[in-house]
């Protein structure tokens, strides 16, 4: 007779216990088999995915649950770009060894956000690894037929429009590295706070997505930078953008940080990590997106105009004279 530990590897006793009691959608059979099924409901199913690596996306003392939410929420973040409602998500772990004291405040972290969102675990794959700590998701939403919005469709005169504030979460990651920035709020431990957790965990505008889909022309999630995020949102559309700088929506930790020359304005539209939705929106349906995203309880900024042509966005400062910016966005490569 076989013994029954003998069939259960360390990946499976792993899976069982931190990951399958939050594969609750039916379609996931509790993660016992190699695939699941997601009902798409007469709807089209959007898939994104992205990654996050130890030293790069995180850092290496980052608390677990933390990294567990900013691996999920990067992925609803575009989700709610694309106008989409979350489904599930499929979840990938490259650990370097079976950790319980960093397992389990991860998976704590990453049900409770499933929960949250209504983007339930539907399987996924744990491997080992020498080298840095990797977290791969890909996650799956819901949109009519039709109705996902791309990055192409802007045209001239759209408006371009912000959620939240930009550039907390390049600050924060100051902070972390103890930089000018945290030498500057040594004493405000309130702002510190506040940037190191928009960098830590991303605020996704899920509740946005409806009103993104019913009135975007184009729009994408501000993942590597605002500049660079509007650049390629530009390029697929083919067309340009105007943005006055002074409208850019900022927290108030950084706009004094600005004013105070702490922090430039490069380091603001470049850093990345926002997560916010940049779209652009037809000048005859702005009041209709504002009134729906007041309703949703998210804030939006309109910051500047998609114009025709094909040269890169310009930002302007308060004289109208365009602001020089040696780097756009961030780039792995």
Not at 237 to 257: E, K, M, Y
Not at 263 to 292: H, K, N, R, W
Request: charged share 20%.
């Amino acid at each position: 007779m076989t013994d029954p530990k003998q069939t259960t590897s360390g990946e499976d006793s792993l899976i069982a216990r931190y990951f399958r009691p939050l594969a609750t959608a039916p379609g996931a059979f509790g993660l016992v088999d190699d695939a699941a099924i997601l009902q798409a409901g007469g709807g089209e199913i959007v898939v994104t995915t992205d990654a996050i690596v130890e030293g790069v996306h995180f850092l290496p003392d980052d608390p677990p649950d933390t990294i567990a939410r900013k691996a999920l929420r990067v992925n609803l973040s575009d989700l709610a770009a694309k106008g989409a409602s979350p489904a599930g998500f499929v979840l990938t772990l490259a650990l370097r060894t079976q950790d319980d004291d960093w397992l389990a405040p991860f998976a704590r972290a990453l049900g409770e956000d499933a929960g949250l969102f209504g983007c339930p675990l539907l399987g996924g794959d744990t491997v080992s690894t020498p080298g840095p700590v990797m977290i791969s998701v890909t996650a799956f939403g819901r949109v009519a037929p039709g109705k996902m919005v791309r990055r192409s469709g802007a045209a001239p005169g759209d408006r371009i429009v912000v959620t939240g504030t930009i550039g907390d979460a390049a600050l924060g990651l100051e902070i972390l590295k103890g930089g000018a920035v945290a030498t500057a709020l040594a004493r405000d431990a309130a702002a510190s706070q506040m940037l190191v957790g928009r960098y830590r965990v991303p605020q996704p505008r899920n509740a946005l997505a409806q009103a993104v889909g019913d009135h975007a022309s184009a729009a994408m999630d501000v993942s590597d930078g605002l500049a660079g995020d509007l650049a390629k949102l530009c390029a697929a559309s083919q067309v340009s953008a105007v943005i006055d700088a002074q409208s850019i929506p900022l927290s108030a930790p950084a706009a004094v940080l600005l004013a105070e020359g702490t922090a430039g304005i490069e380091a603001i539209v470049s850093g990345g990590d926002d997560y916010e939705i940049l779209c652009a929106i037809p000048e005859a349906g702005f009041t209709a997106f504002a009134q729906a995203a007041r309703l949703a309880g998210v804030a939006v900024t309109s910051i500047g105009s998609v114009i025709s042509g094909t040269s890169v966005p310009r930002f302007l400062d308060t004289k109208g004279s365009q602001i020089a910016l040696k780097r756009l966005s961030y780039s792995h490569f």
